[in-house]
């Protein structure tokens, strides 16, 4: 099955800290997208990609920047860490967007 | 924006039981329908998708979609302790490129008891 490994598996960062999330795939998929998971909202679409070198907001971009060099590899960054920003964040990809998204595991960020 | 939305949040089926759950949109030009479940913490699963109106059956689930209706369903049919879990469904409006985004729902956790 395709595989997505995102790291670190859990965080603990401080108000106003930067903090970088990584994704890292070995599917040869084009897209790739950044999720947020909270208690009562579901998943919410942060950033997401469909070529190298180039990011697109999603629904909830404000606070979050995203970074993909290469198409393995697929980043987010919170340039100023924030209490709202406490949650469990998501990586996936897929080939074409009609098709399955492969999560990773995720990362629990606790910002104090 | 796309709006996704579920019911019931919470669902609880006796073992062998039918689960229905049930998702709305609000895009009309929404073409991809997909059903993930997630179960306690590990990453969310694709279950199944739809793209045509009417039924579409995989072993034990069958999802249905109603396009004109802004509906689609996911039932399971004989529910197992291993079904309990929490169920997204995801629609995505658009094709390829920079519309690619793919919307969930706020999920609905459903519980079968033995």
């Known amino acids: 099955e395709a595989a997505v490994t995102q790291s670190p598996r859990s965080k603990v960062a401080v108000t106003g800290g930067k903090v970088t999330l990584s994704c890292h795939q070995t599917?040869?998929?084009?897209?790739m997208y950044w999720y947020r998971q909270d208690t009562g909202h579901g998943l919410r679409l942060i950033h997401y990609?469909?070529?190298?070198?180039?990011?697109e907001k999603g629904d909830i971009p404000d606070g979050y920047k995203a970074s993909r060099p290469s198409q393995e590899n697929f980043s987010l960054i919170l340039e100023l860490a924030s209490l709202s920003q406490t949650a469990v964040y998501f990586c996936?990809?897929?080939?074409?967007?009609?098709?399955?998204?492969?999560f990773g595991h995720g990362t629990k960020l606790s910002v104090l | 924006q796309q709006k996704v939305q579920q019911s019931p949040e919470s669902l609880i089926v006796p073992e062998g039981g039918m689960a229905s759950l049930n998702c709305t949109f609000s895009?009309?030009?929404?073409?991809y329908f997909w059903w993930y479940r997630q179960h306690s913490g590990e990453g969310p699963k694709a279950l199944m998708?739809?793209?045509?109106?009417g039924d579409k059956k995989e072993g034990r689930f069958t999802a249905h979609l109603n396009k004109a209706s802004l509906h689609v369903s996911l039932h399971i049919k004989d529910s197992q302790p291993s079904d309990s879990a929490l169920y997204f469904c995801?629609?995505?409006?658009?094709?390829?490129?920079?519309?690619?985004?793919?919307?969930f729902g706020k999920g609905t956790k459903l519980s079968v008891k033995s």
């Open positions: 998708s739809i793209f045509s109106n």
């Open positions: 995801a629609v995505s409006a658009n094709s390829g490129g920079s519309n690619a985004k793919l919307t």
């Open positions: 990609s469909y070529v190298a070198d180039s990011t």
């Open positions: 996936a990809s897929t080939r074409d967007n009609n098709e399955r998204l492969f």
């Open positions: 599917n040869n998929h084009d897209y």
């Open positions: 895009d009309r030009n929404s073409q």
